[in-house]
């Protein structure tokens, strides 16, 4: 099991996104959910991108994020919010 650890940037925006949204609760519900998948198999539950960066989604949030394996550590570097049709 890993540690989930949400840089401040991300913070941030999650903040942004929490205090913006219609239906608050749903952007924090995406937020545990991802928490949970990180924790449990980030690399089963998500998709490379160059480096060490990797994104997860849960309606309606995104993440980049790294793992850390020397720290057991998650490192979420930033998140959005996406639309669905």
Same mark, same amino acid.
């Not at 609760?25 to 490379?48: K, T, W, Y």
């Given at each position: 099991?890993?540690?989930?650890?949400?840089?401040?940037?991300?913070?941030?925006?999650?903040?942004? @996104?929490?205090?913006?949204?219609?239906? #608050?609760?749903?952007?924090?519900? %995406?937020?545990?959910?991802l928490?949970r $998948? =990180?924790?449990?198999?980030? @690399?089963?539950?998500?998709e490379?991108? #160059?480096?060490?960066?990797?994104? %997860?989604?849960a309606?309606?949030?995104? $993440? =980049?994020?790294?793992?850390?394996?020397?720290?057991?550590?998650?490192?979420?570097?930033?998140?959005?919010?996406?639309?669905?049709?």
């Amino acid at each position: 099991m890993l540690k989930v650890l949400w840089l401040p940037t991300a913070i941030a925006r999650l903040e942004d @996104l929490i205090a913006k949204a219609e239906t #608050p609760d749903v952007i924090v519900g %995406a937020m545990r959910e991802l928490d949970r $998948i =990180l924790c449990d198999d980030p @690399l089963e539950n998500s998709e490379s991108r #160059p480096g060490i960066r990797r994104v %997860a989604f849960a309606r309606p949030l995104g $993440i =980049l994020f790294e793992i850390h394996r020397s720290t057991a550590t998650v490192e979420i570097g930033d998140a959005w919010q996406f639309r669905t049709t």
